[in-house]
């Protein structure tokens, strides 16, 4: 992500002007995004009264709570 921003500026002569602009924008959008679910994690995982952690298994359970499967 960080290469294509670097990638545009090195090659904005090459570039149209609107278009990199976009590119530009629409790049440092999903950064921002991926930085706010970086803290949104951190948020979560500092929480002393989160005991239930989502962790992948093989339980197909959708209440974890009832017992049965």
Do not use: C
């Amino acid at each position: 992500m960080i290469n294509s921003l670097r990638f545009i500026e090195l090659n904005k002569h090459r570039i149209r002007s609107h278009d990199r602009v976009k590119m530009t924008n629409h790049l440092n959008f999903t950064l921002e995004t991926l930085d706010n679910m970086i803290n949104i994690k951190k948020v979560e995982m500092a929480d002393p009264y989160n005991t239930w952690t989502a962790k992948p298994d093989d339980s197909y359970m959708h209440d974890p709570r009832s017992g049965s499967q």
